[in-house]
């Protein structure tokens, strides 16, 4: 009988960022299932516990990094510690409902924040993890369908993907010559605390139960259902394997056909 197929990361170290819970958690697990040794980053404390559940699960070596990363100077003492790596995954962000009718100081304070975790934070995590990589190494940004889409009142967060994308691009062929690949995963709705929290508030502001929303959905992807981090977290493996090995500036879309093109 043929074994299934796999991707072996043993000997390998991956940092990923904002991997406490969600799709980073996801994503960080499944390096560590394929024998990488992680460095794993949140702003929260509770990054310490997903590091040890991770390495409870995995025998890996995981080590957990408190940070908020649009605080350069923070960002620059933890990778400073890291040492060399071969995989960096920008995956930490943030999602709110910021409606353009809404001109209240708290729905500006969320659009600052947004832009600065989502476009500002990834920049300068990326920055710090360029130097500790060399010929081979991956960067793998975690941007959204909604990068080269839209959807109403997320402007904040829709503007911060689209970034992200010019972003990936423009440093792949600037890292390119150093053998350094950039791409993006873009994926749709993911089954995650933040976007349950973004559901929860489209319903609220439509006056209709959350699973109408989950139905719309589910209704508009050529595949019915909405995934997993589990599910997303096998196209960074992909992205981040030898089968890549020739992609780089591009955009994975992880979205069970929501979009097309």
């Known amino acids: 009988m043929k074994q299934p197929f796999t991707v072996d990361f043993t000997g390998q170290t ?3 960022t904002g991997a406490s819970r969600g799709i ?3 994503v960080a697990l ?3 299932k394929a024998g990488a040794t992680l460095h794993i980053l949140s702003q929260g404390e509770d990054i310490h516990e997903a590091a040890r559940r991770i390495a409870h699960q995995t025998d890996q070596s995981v080590t957990g990094w408190t940070c908020d990363i649009t605080d350069s100077s923070r960002v620059d003492e933890i990778f400073a510690e890291v040492g060399p790596l071969d995989v960096f995954i920008a995956n930490a962000g943030l999602e709110a409902v910021t409606p353009i009718t809404d001109h209240s100081t708290e729905a500006e304070q969320r659009f600052r924040r947004v832009t600065d975790i989502n476009v500002i934070g990834t920049y300068l995590t990326t920055r710090a993890a360029v130097p500790l990589m060399g010929k081979g190494g991956r960067i793998i940004i975690t941007a959204s369908i909604w990068g080269s889409t839209a959807v109403p009142e997320l402007s904040a967060y829709v503007a911060s993907k689209h970034a992200n994308i010019g972003f990936m691009r423009t ?4 890292l390119g010559p150093q053998g350094i690949r950039v791409n993006a995963v873009c994926p749709g709705w993911v089954l995650t605390g933040p976007a349950l929290n973004t559901l929860k508030e489209m319903a609220r502001e439509r006056n209709v139960s959350q699973d109408v929303i ?4 589910s209704a508009g992807q050529s595949l019915p259902g909405v995934q997993t981090a589990a599910d997303v977290a096998l196209s960074y493996l992909y992205l981040a394997s030898p089968l ?3 992609i780089t500036g591009q955009t994975l879309n992880a ?3 929501a979009v097309q093109g």
């Open 14 to 16: 991956v940092f990923v």
């Open 244 to 246: 890549a090995a020739n």
């Open 214 to 217: 989950k139905e719309e959905i």
């Open 30 to 32: 499944a390096f560590a």
């Open 255 to 257: 979205d069970r056909g």
């Open 171 to 174: 440093i792949a062929k600037e």
């Open 24 to 26: 980073g958690y996801g």
